[in-house]
């Protein structure tokens, strides 16, 4: 244990310390502007990648690198187990029912359109994979979860976070006034917010935005409702992937005579528990109320949440750290393609979907 600390420390105070300042600055106004459109986690992997082209030594010294690793492996890992107390699975799905059809065409289209632009630009799988996941689910949270399952490395993760980023912050300048004009009722605005913009904190930005165009105060809890539904698919598309990994890796070993396939080994356990904090926060919310579940859904949730969050940020200023930022520009070209096309068929199919629908034009 004294050797674990020993070798991990340093690199995880490094990390930590690149959170806290991350939190800060994702937390900023500056005049109307506030800076949690950007947020913590893009800051982190920012800064961690301006500290290693100021200097490589620090992320790869024999003081740092051990803990680095541990925070982008582990510690982001804990960040998805502790999210899933945030997710009452069924207040979420009651709440968010007359999105549904939306969220399943939109994430469907993303996907679809990840896989196509993945063999036409011949962009790396596991890459293809965290943008097309990001696009259409919920941004950052949504790669951190999927990352591990995949085995991502620190660059692939880095480039599929820059990628979601940069459509995030158009989404959230663009959408409020592209909205409006186009005749969206509040209502379709909220769910057209919740469905097609990627990240939670984005969401926030545009429905924020929205509601003093609108003249509605019902926008934002709206959208972010269906944006938390949206988030649950995180749960069927991670195993899906879990299980594609250890066919992979079964029929791998298969080939390669005397290895034997562990699936203890090969299956990623971190979701599992995701899904246990999933279901406790939604016992939780079916039990009779009583001080102790008020307490829970109010006060531990919310602190989870928050945990959950700055955890993500100390992964990327990890992953930020062992990331070169001149070869994440050069390389950035086809996964920002990518990352285009995934944004405009969601966008358009969220429209398509509730015009089909009726949705639209509908007020709150």
């Not at 310390?17 to 109307?32: C, D, F, H, Q």
Request: charged content about 10%; hydrophobic content about 55%.
């Amino acid at each position: 244990m004294t050797m674990f600390i020993k070798k991990k420390n340093p690199g995880i105070l490094l990390c930590l310390v690149i959170a806290i300042a991350a939190t800060v600055l994702g937390g900023l106004k500056i005049g109307e502007v506030k800076l949690d459109v950007i947020g913590a986690p893009v800051f982190a992997i920012l800064i961690g990648m301006i500290i290693t082209l100021c200097s490589s030594r620090i992320a790869s010294s024999d003081f740092t690198k051990d803990g680095i690793k541990f925070t982008s492996k582990k510690i982001l890992q804990w960040a998805v187990i502790i999210l899933g107390f945030s997710l009452n699975l069924g207040t979420i799905a009651k709440v968010g029912l007359q999105s549904l059809p939306v969220i399943v065409c939109t994430i469907s289209i993303s996907l679809i359109a990840a896989f196509i632009m993945m063999k036409l630009l011949k962009i790396d799988g596991k890459t293809a994979t965290l943008i097309g996941v990001g696009s259409s689910i919920c941004g950052g949270s949504a790669i951190a979860a999927t990352a591990p399952v995949i085995d991502a490395d620190d660059e692939e993760i880095a480039q599929s976070i820059s990628v979601i980023f940069l459509f995030n912050v158009l989404a959230a300048l663009i959408f409020p006034t592209l909205g409006h004009a186009l005749g969206m009722g509040s209502e379709g605005f909220a769910i057209f917010a919740g469905t097609a913009v990627n990240d939670t904190s984005s969401v926030t930005a545009a429905a924020s935005t929205a509601e003093e165009i609108y003249g509605c105060n019902k926008i934002l809890s709206t959208a972010v409702t269906v944006k938390l539904t949206r988030t649950l698919a995180i749960i069927p598309i991670t195993l899906v992937l879990a299980i594609y990994k250890m066919k992979m890796a079964k029929n791998e070993n298969s080939k390669n005579a005397g290895n034997a396939f562990s699936f203890k080994k090969v299956f990623p356990w971190f979701i599992l528990f995701f899904i246990g904090a999933s279901i406790i926060t939604t016992v939780a919310g079916i039990l009779p109320q009583s001080e102790f579940t008020a307490f829970y859904l109010e006060n531990f949730v919310s602190s989870m949440k928050w945990l959950a969050k700055f955890f993500i940020a100390m992964a990327m200023s990890a992953i930020g750290l062992n990331t070169n930022i001149v070869m994440l520009v050069k390389k950035g070209g086809k996964p920002i393609v990518m990352g285009f096309c995934c944004w405009l068929m969601i966008s358009v199919v969220s429209i398509l979907v509730q015009l089909a629908t009726g949705i639209f034009a509908t007020s709150l």
